[in-house]
């Protein structure tokens, strides 16, 4: 039904850049928050940025002030621009959306299936 699409993913020296893209499609009716999450091996699934959409966005303490999540509504579509890389931060990064569809109006939660993101020192 739905899908998300994440890109952008890749390996970057410390003190660099990165910007995550993540496509939601499918018969969309609407889209509520969306964010970014991450994840690293023998660790619990962690948020990173959250963004409503009315585009109220909230940030995961360790990555204020380096990390900016925004949404195109009009293409779906969810970005995460990271700067000041720190090799903390690598991780497989997973968009998140919560969207209701032309068959189930209710709002449902979907995931992308992950993209590696590696901060070399």
Known sequence: ????????GGL??????????CAASGSIVRINDMGWYRQTPGKQREAVAIITSGGTTNYA????DRFTISRDNA???VYLQMNSLKPEDTAVYYCQAFVA???????????GQGTQV????
Request: charged content about 10%.
């Open 118 to 121: 590696t901060v070399s020192s």
């Open 12 to 21: 970057v020296q410390a003190g660099g850049s990165l910007r995550l893209s």
């Open 101 to 111: 569809t032309m068959s189930a109006l209710s709002l449902k939660n979907y995931w």
């Open 61 to 64: 303490h360790s990555v204020k």
């Open 75 to 77: 293409k779906n579509t």
């Open 1 to 8: 039904q739905v899908q998300l699409v994440e890109s952008g």
